[in-house]
């Protein structure tokens, strides 16, 4: 019977399911209650960072797949072992804070390489809830909570449930097999319908391709990304 329910759910717009619309109702209110709490959350997160990596370029992932769900992002980049000055000082700098366990739980860019003037775009991991700040590095009145993600597991879905008050809403829900992905279904504000992302895998288990309906949204540029697998968290 609980099987037949999660089916059924599945099947449902996922803006439509209750358990979801009452989520947004209270992330709203945690929204409200980290605005004042910005900088002592990132702070205690950067304290469970035990490796840096920087890179030229988006590299790394807060959320599965984020770089090509629901658009492909421009995915190139260089890692950096040696920043010179010239890349410390690029808008394109991006430094990555990862925990015990080799996961990123802290990302920090750009918008400008005039930080001062214009902030870094900061999002960082706390417990179940991801925050998308603008942080200054001198006028921390300036800083600013941008949007909230919550991180919800319930069975074999997990679903990202995002609010950038005071009206805009995103929600990506993702059924696991195996610590796979195998759909992702993303639902916006602004969008008319829901976009069904499907996760084909070859018969040793790597991601072969993502489409939406009979279109390939997405497949490896190259023959040794033949080895992309990626954990579902």
Same mark, same amino acid.
């Given at each position: 019977? =609980?099987?037949?329910?999660?089916?059924?759910?599945?099947?449902?717009?996922?803006? =439509?399911?209750?358990?979801?619309? #009452?989520?947004?109702?209270?992330?709203?209110?945690?929204?409200?209650? !980290?605005?004042?709490?910005?900088?002592?959350?990132?702070?205690?997160?950067? *304290?469970?960072?035990?490796?840096?990596?920087?890179? *030229?370029? @988006?590299? +790394?992932?807060?959320?599965?797949?984020?770089?090509? %769900?629901?658009?492909?992002?421009?995915?190139?980049?260089?890692? %950096? #072992?040696?920043?010179?000055?010239?890349?410390?000082?690029?808008?394109? +700098?991006? @430094? !990555?804070? *990862?925990?015990? &366990?080799?996961?990123?739980?802290?990302?920090?860019?750009?918008?400008?390489?005039? $930080?001062?003037?214009?902030?870094?775009?900061?999002?960082?991991?706390?417990?179940?809830?991801?925050?998308?700040?603008?942080?200054?590095?001198?006028?921390? @009145?300036?800083?600013? +909570?941008?949007? %909230?993600?919550? $991180?919800?597991?319930? =069975?074999?879905? *997990?679903?990202?449930?995002?609010?950038?008050?005071?009206?805009?809403? #995103?929600?990506?829900?993702?059924?696991?097999?195996?610590?796979?992905?195998?759909? #992702? &279904?993303?639902?916006?504000? &602004?969008?008319?319908?829901?976009?069904? !992302?499907?996760?084909?895998?070859?018969?040793? =288990?790597?991601?072969?391709? $993502?489409?939406?309906?009979?279109?390939?949204?997405?497949?490896?540029?190259?023959?040794?990304?033949?080895?992309?697998?990626?954990?579902?968290?």
């Amino acid at each position: 019977m =609980e099987k037949k329910l999660l089916r059924m759910r599945w099947k449902m717009k996922i803006i =439509e399911n209750p358990f979801i619309q #009452s989520q947004i109702l209270i992330l709203k209110d945690e929204f409200d209650e !980290y605005t004042t709490m910005i900088r002592p959350t990132l702070e205690a997160c950067k *304290l469970q960072v035990t490796e840096w990596r920087l890179s *030229l370029g @988006k590299s +790394l992932e807060l959320i599965p797949f984020e770089l090509i %769900i629901p658009s492909i992002l421009n995915t190139k980049f260089r890692a %950096i #072992s040696k920043p010179t000055k010239s890349d410390l000082r690029s808008k394109n +700098l991006m @430094k !990555y804070g *990862l925990d015990a &366990t080799g996961k990123p739980i802290l990302s920090i860019g750009r918008l400008d390489k005039d $930080i001062e003037k214009f902030g870094e775009i900061v999002r960082f991991k706390c417990d179940n809830l991801i925050l998308n700040c603008q942080i200054f590095p001198v006028d921390h @009145k300036k800083d600013r +909570l941008s949007s %909230i993600t919550k $991180i919800i597991h319930q =069975e074999n879905i *997990l679903h990202y449930i995002t609010i950038n008050p005071p009206h805009n809403w #995103s929600i990506r829900t993702n059924l696991i097999k195996q610590n796979k992905i195998h759909r #992702s &279904t993303i639902m916006a504000t &602004t969008w008319h319908n829901q976009l069904d !992302y499907d996760f084909i895998y070859n018969t040793v =288990e790597n991601l072969e391709k $993502i489409v939406i309906g009979n279109h390939i949204h997405w497949s490896p540029p190259h023959e040794n990304s033949e080895q992309i697998s990626p954990s579902a968290q």
